[in-house]
């Protein structure tokens, strides 16, 4: 029950990011930039304790959030004076799946694969059943309380429209982050990659969600469930035969065991 | 290493509530449309019918926007179990409406048609949640609708016999739900506590009681336990494990 992209309107080369987290300084510019192109609701404004990440997650009103790994590991061969300590920063955001887990949960159909390639929740739609944020294996979408629907990034659709980019990749100083075609992106990517473990960084690899395939890459220093990601993600929506199969058994005992004993 | 940071289930009460409800007039419609006895296939079509009334104003208030809540029949989404199960529910809810008319062949009609909704609608709920990111219900994806399923089929005839139905075959059934229910319990691994213990409590204290030939109240606890059972699998998906 894999879901096909649709052969007609669909982009033959997505866009999409490329998140190279060996330049990404931790600003949070992205996070910024995000929150006021957006106009978002402000969602917490304490501290975590959990090192300079003061945002916690994604959510219906956090669309980019940077993850602060502190590892008592060297980065390459840099190391800080003998002590191997290296600070990895992350700016995490939703992943547009190609197959997405939210666009199949959704029963209203306001969760749509836009003309970008991108996922997009209509919000004159979403009646806020709840149904995508139980969907997505990345934690990336939410319903928001105050207002009862469920919201995640956009892609910046509105600036994709007049030929901008989104608002993160604009704002982003080091070019961290960086969006365009796909397939660019990919070779970009697995270059940079390279180039990493020329230096010593043997930890070098980059991300592209797996089955779920992500329309946002990443470029890590470690496996990805340092920073949050899942390894090997699945997308549960889409093994749903078994499921069904037990359903249809017991539906068919049910009927069975009723005929017997009442009839 | 950082946990994959999933979101918890928004759902509240009613979410449970509605997987009780829905699931027995389900199983209410499938002892409805195929008993022998004429008295029992009056009440149970009666209890169809309430626990369908009851089960609508749960969805729609648990919705964020429940002023929208047409536009789950925007879409017929059979991929999305959400979506299968808002067009079954409102098929079922036709159907054993029509159970309730005075024209013969259309009650009868409506009879026949909310045999085959009613098993849908009794198992469809363990496949939704199933079908999710939430590791304790996906891990039990196919045990769920299994659970589901008899825990409906023993609170269904459970409300019958309690109601005063004297007939074996309805006991005999209960007993049938019930011990699959047991049977369901013990088969789950990994699973809170509370749940693992209300699962088989759901399915062996109706099944004690009819030993001890006390099969009304035998009826009772199965309509709690199949109540409770819904309640502890939300609340399990609610603390993530």
């Not at chain 1, 608002?167 to 982003?172: G, I, M, Q, S």
């Not at chain 2, 749960?58 to 047409?70: A, I, K, M, T």
């Not at chain 2, 925007?74 to 991929?79: H, M």
């Not at chain 2, 099944?207 to 309509?223: E, N, Q």
Request: net charge positive.
């Amino acid at each position: 029950m894999v879901p096909r992209a649709p052969a007609v309107g669909y982009p033959p080369e997505p866009p999409g990011f490329l998140t190279d987290t060996t330049l990404c300084i931790g600003c949070k510019a992205c996070e910024v930039a995000c929150k006021e192109w957006n106009g978002l609701p402000e969602d917490g404004l304490g501290f975590t304790g959990d090192s300079y990440d003061n945002t916690g997650a994604l959510g219906h009103s956090t669309w980019r959030h940077v993850v602060f790994v502190e590892q008592p590991k060297a980065l390459g061969t840099s190391d800080t004076a003998g002590v191997p300590l290296r600070w990895l920063m992350m700016s995490d955001v939703c992943k547009h799946c190609e197959v997405a887990g939210c666009l199949e949960a959704c029963p209203t159909g306001a969760i749509v694969r836009t003309e970008f390639g991108s996922v997009y929740v209509q919000p004159d739609i979403c009646n806020g059943c709840g149904y995508c944020v139980v969907a997505c294996p990345f934690g990336v979408i939410d319903r928001r309380p105050s207002d009862g629907r469920a919201f995640k990034c956009t892609f910046c659709i509105d600036r994709l429209r007049v030929a901008l980019t989104p608002a993160c990749a604009t704002a982003c100083p080091t070019g961290s982050i960086r969006f365009g075609d796909l397939s660019e992106l990919r070779v970009a990517a697995s270059e940079r990659v390279a180039e990493l473990k020329r230096r010593g960084v043997d930890g070098a690899r980059s991300w592209d969600g797996g089955d779920a395939g992500s329309h946002a890459l990443f470029v890590l220093v470690d496996d990805p469930e340092v920073y949050g990601l899942p390894q090997d993600p699945a997308v549960p929506i889409v093994h749903q035969r078994p499921a069904w199969i037990a359903a249809a058994v017991t539906g068919a005992a049910m009927v069975l065991a009723t005929w017997r004993t009442l009839r | 290493m950082k946990a994959v940071p999933l979101k918890p289930p928004v759902w509240t009460w009613e979410v449970p509530a509605y997987f009780f409800t829905g699931g027995l007039a389900g199983a209410a419609a499938v002892i409805g449309g195929l008993a022998r006895d004429g008295q029992v296939r009056r009440r149970a079509h009666a209890l169809a019918a309430a626990a369908t009334a009851a089960s609508t104003p749960l969805l729609v208030s648990d919705l964020g926007r429940p002023e929208r809540f047409h536009h789950m029949l925007r879409v017929v989404k059979l991929s999305s179990p959400m979506s299968a199960g808002a067009w079954t529910l409102l098929a079922f809810s036709g159907a054993t409406g029509a159970t309730l008319l005075p024209w013969r062949a259309v009650a009868s009609l409506g009879s026949s048609a909310a045999v085959p909704l009613g098993a849908v609608m009794s198992t469809y709920t363990g496949v939704l949640i199933g079908a999710t990111a939430v590791p304790v219900w996906n891990r039990h994806r196919v045990l769920l609708p299994i659970a589901f399923g008899s825990s409906s089929l023993a609170a269904a005839s459970g409300v019958l016999v309690a109601w005063g139905q004297r007939d074996r075959g309805l006991r005999r059934l209960l007993g049938v739900g019930a011990a699959a229910e047991t049977a369901a319990a013990l088969a789950e691994k990994g699973t809170p506590r509370r749940l693992r213990a209300t699962a088989f409590a759901a399915g062996a204290v109706p099944l004690g009681l009819l030993a001890l030939r006390r099969p009304r109240l035998a009826g009772v606890a199965a309509a709690v336990g199949s109540l409770l059972l819904r309640y502890e699998w939300i609340r399990a998906g609610r603390n993530p494990t």
